[in-house]
């Protein structure tokens, strides 16, 4: 086998590439070193960062204990005025009470007059309209008997008028029959006289009849 064998052209040149880019040793320590150092800065202001931090925080939790100390004591300050204040309030609403109270006294009492003056003038409207009430019923009254005393009048003048009327009508009526049975009566004793003047005329003639003859009219 020969030595002397042809390197593809797209090796060579990968292999030229490869030359031109390949970095030396010592800029690969300098890069490393570098590397290093930011690490080490990185690493020191993180510390910093977290030694401030822990500073911030002491700070903090003081500042905080101190605020929490200067709220308790507000809050007591604050209860006290509180106190005070309710204090001050139940005084003013225990006068404000008592004047309402006797506000309200005042009010009834004149609430009662108004209605007892009320009750007062409507008793006496009352006892007025009873009296004319009365007054009319009575006058009223007055003319119903005078009217039905009109009408007795009348009705009593109608039946006087009536029962002569048929007075009246009764006696002519009896004058009648009176006279009808009188007739008949004057008739009959006619008749009477009449049969006793034929029972003489027979007698006297001599009659030998045993019975009597009756003639009739």
């Given at each position: 086998m020969s030595?002397?064998?042809?390197m593809?052209?797209?090796?060579?040149?990968?292999s030229?590439v490869?030359?031109?880019n390949?970095?030396?040793?010592k800029v690969?320590k300098?890069k490393?070193?570098?590397k290093?150092?930011?690490?080490k800065?990185?690493?020191?202001?993180?510390?910093?960062q977290?030694?401030?931090?822990k500073?911030t925080?002491k700070?903090l939790?003081k500042?905080?204990?101190?605020a929490d100390k200067?709220?308790?004591?507000?809050?007591?300050?604050?209860?006290?005025?509180d106190?005070?204040?309710a204090?001050?309030?139940?005084?003013?609403?225990?006068?404000?009470a008592?004047?309402?109270a006797?506000?309200?006294?005042k009010?009834?009492k004149?609430?009662a007059?108004?209605e007892?003056?009320?009750?007062?003038?409507?008793?006496k409207h009352q006892?007025?309209?009873?009296k004319?009430?009365?007054k009319?019923?009575a006058?009223?009254?007055k003319a119903?008997?005078k009217?039905?005393?009109?009408?007795?009048k009348?009705l009593?003048?109608?039946q006087?008028k009536t029962?002569?009327k048929?007075?009246?009508?009764?006696?002519?009526q009896q004058?009648?029959?009176?006279a009808?049975?009188?007739?008949?009566?004057e008739?009959q004793?006619?008749?009477?006289?009449?049969?006793d003047l034929i029972?003489e005329?027979v007698k006297?003639l001599?009659?030998?009849e045993s019975?009597q003859?009756?003639?009739?009219?």
């Amino acid at each position: 086998m020969s030595a002397n064998t042809k390197m593809p052209t797209f090796m060579k040149a990968m292999s030229n590439v490869a030359g031109e880019n390949k970095v030396s040793s010592k800029v690969i320590k300098a890069k490393m070193a570098a590397k290093a150092k930011r690490a080490k800065l990185v690493s020191k202001e993180r510390a910093l960062q977290l030694a401030e931090e822990k500073k911030t925080a002491k700070e903090l939790t003081k500042l905080q204990k101190i605020a929490d100390k200067e709220a308790a004591k507000l809050a007591k300050l604050q209860a006290k005025e509180d106190a005070k204040a309710a204090k001050l309030q139940a005084k003013e609403d225990s006068k404000a009470a008592k004047l309402q109270a006797k506000d309200d006294a005042k009010a009834a009492k004149l609430q009662a007059a108004l209605e007892a003056k009320e009750a007062k003038a409507l008793e006496k409207h009352q006892a007025k309209e009873a009296k004319a009430l009365e007054k009319q019923q009575a006058k009223e009254a007055k003319a119903l008997e005078k009217q039905q005393a009109k009408q007795a009048k009348a009705l009593e003048k109608q039946q006087a008028k009536t029962d002569a009327k048929q007075a009246k009508a009764l006696e002519k009526q009896q004058a009648k029959t009176d006279a009808k049975q009188a007739k008949a009566l004057e008739k009959q004793s006619a008749k009477l006289d009449r049969q006793d003047l034929i029972q003489e005329i027979v007698k006297k003639l001599g009659s030998d009849e045993s019975n009597q003859v009756t003639v009739e009219v």
